[in-house]
């Protein structure tokens, strides 16, 4: 017999390593919500950087921001735009210069609390698959089923200019490159929740894999994970 049960998955990892695409993808074929928390603190960089009073990291500035924050993911026209205080910031957020904001941002205590709480209440009900750096070791210790998806910086950097390139930004490979060096040096060292696989985490290198083959390996495991709980998740979706 089984449950109703839904569980609750956590994808964690740098910047290039394919999480969103990976986690729209697995979300959609077990009928699951995706939550991007990564966009979360983007979109609070947006506001930081926006705000005409003072410096984008002046903690009263990010306190006020977070005390007064409204973030919703909405479907529009087929695509998932986040707005931040009713405003659209989704292609706002995916700008080079808020992704090296956003990782100044997210090391704040007022902001990563703030923002914590609101992804641990969109989660508490499980049937979630949600990415970003902390999900599996800071805010859901608990989470079911736990991913570190990683590439090799090389590989990442790679895929990150091609999608900037898509969407028009004038940029190179290496300057991508070096941004994300940054990033991962800022996400991995600082001192509140960084950047690291949970102890019992599943760890994914995409280096030399599809995406199809990514979310393959992930599915068989949460199979696995689904008989172990008795879970009823994804099996008549798999061949969406």
Not at 3 to 21: E, H, M, Q, R, V
Not at 132 to 156: H, I, N, Q, W
Request: hydrophobic fraction near 40%; charged fraction near 30%.
């Amino acid at each position: 017999m089984t449950s109703s049960k839904k569980l609750l998955i956590t994808i964690d990892g740098p910047a290039g390593a394919g999480k969103s695409t990976v986690s729209k993808l697995l979300a959609r074929k077990l009928g699951y919500i995706y939550l991007d928390t990564g966009a979360m603190y983007r979109a609070v960089a947006v506001l930081a950087r926006d705000n005409e009073h003072s410096g984008p990291l002046d903690e009263s500035t990010l306190e006020e921001i977070c005390l007064g924050l409204d973030l919703e993911f909405v479907q529009k026209d087929g695509k998932l735009r986040l707005l931040a205080n009713g405003r659209d910031v989704t292609e706002e957020i995916r700008q080079p210069e808020i992704s090296s904001l956003a990782s100044a941002v997210s090391a704040k205590a007022i902001v990563r609390e703030r923002l914590s709480g609101l992804q641990r209440k969109m989660g508490k009900a499980g049937g979630v698959v949600l990415e970003g750096r902390d999900m599996g070791t800071v805010v859901f210790p608990e989470a079911e089923v736990k991913f570190f998806l990683d590439a090799s910086p090389e590989v990442r950097s790679k895929r990150r200019f091609l999608e900037l390139e898509a969407e028009g930004e004038s940029t190179t490979v290496e300057e991508v490159h070096q941004l994300m060096l940054a990033r991962d040096r800022n996400d991995s060292n600082r001192q509140l929740a960084p950047l690291k696989p949970a102890e019992d985490a599943i760890l994914v290198d995409s280096t030399d894999l599809q995406i199809g083959e990514v979310v393959q390996l992930m599915l068989d495991h949460i199979e696995a994970v689904s008989k172990e709980h008795n879970v009823t998740t994804w099996k008549k979706r798999k061949t969406d």
